[in-house]
Structure formats: structure tokens, C-alpha cells
């Protein structure tokens, strides 16, 4: 991997990492959000609640560092059926398997998620930080700038467009 992808890869990792990326999951911590989501998906109050839940939880899950928990979570949620809900379980996956270096996987997960949600600036940013890490720059930098068409201030995305010297 050459360097300027190396500390694109890693600056977004780290923005990542670093976001409040659970405030749909019970405040920041997983030792209130796990529990709490694994509550509501053994009471199955309904389709919707339980893919919500499994959601958030394998959101939890890849915060904490529990990967392959976070990964079966959302596997077993997209066995049950498919569909525009999903988005957010694909992005997830993807962001688990960039955590992994699994980088074609994570391409290929935040690809159904983009396809599902096209104006998710998190999912193009995330596949942006696979790219680079994969050596494919040109791709990564229009990830970013479309990071910046749909989240004009994202200052991880300018960043990256600038690490990668595409300014």
C-alpha cells in the first residue's frame, strides 16, 4: 500500500473510530446499547423493531471490537429478507470487514449500500477508506468528492482528497 492510501486509510479509520457513531443506540456505551437491543430482539415486537435492534446492536458490536459478533448479527438479519431497510446493515458489514483489512469484502458490501441509499455520504466515505487501502485511488478520491458534493463541510473527506493529492 503506498503511504499517501496507508494515512488515508488510517485517517479515516481513526475519524471513524473517533465519531459519536452510537447516538442511535442508547448513548455511547455498548454496555447499555447491547443489552438493550438484545432485549428488544428477543421480544420481536415486530419485523421492523428487529432488524432496527439487530442494527444497531452490530453497530455497537464493531465499536466495541467484537467483529465476527457484529458480522453474525448482521448476517443473520439479512437471511431474513432483503430490501431499502437494509442499507444500514450492509454499511455496517462494511465497515466491520474495512476494521477486518477484508477490503474488497467492505467494497463490496458498502457498493449494496450506496446502491440502497445513494445520498449516505458515511457509506462512500467509508468505501473511500477500502479504496485506498486497496491501492485505488482514483476511485477513493471520487468517493470523497462525493462525500463533499453531499456533506459539503466533512473535513475527513477534504482531508483525504488532499492526502491523496488530488486537491
Known sequence: MRMTTARVFAGAVAAIAGADNTTDCDGPDPAVGIPARTRLIEAAASEDAVVAAYTARSKHRIFQGDLDAALADIDATLARDSGPSYAQ???????????????????????????????????????????????????????????????????????????????
Do not use: C, M
Not at 446493515?89 to 469484502?105: C, I, K, V
Not at 449516505?120 to 471520487?142: C, I, K, M, W, Y
Open 89 to 167: 446493515l450492509y454499511q455496517n458489514r462494511g465497515l466491520a470487514r474495512l476494521f477486518q483489512e477484508r477490503f474488497a469484502d467492505a467494497v463490496a458490501d458498502l457498493n449494496r449500500a450506496i446502491e440502497l441509499e445513494p445520498e449516505n455520504p458515511l457509506s462512500f466515505l467509508h468505501r473511500a477508506a477500502a479504496r485506498a487501502a486497496q491501492g485505488e485511488t482514483d476511485g477513493a478520491v471520487a468517493d470523497l468528492r462525493r462525500v463533499l458534493e453531499l456533506d459539503p463541510g466533512n473535513a475527513e473527506a477534504a482531508d483525504g482528497v488532499r492526502q491523496l493529492g488530488a486537491e
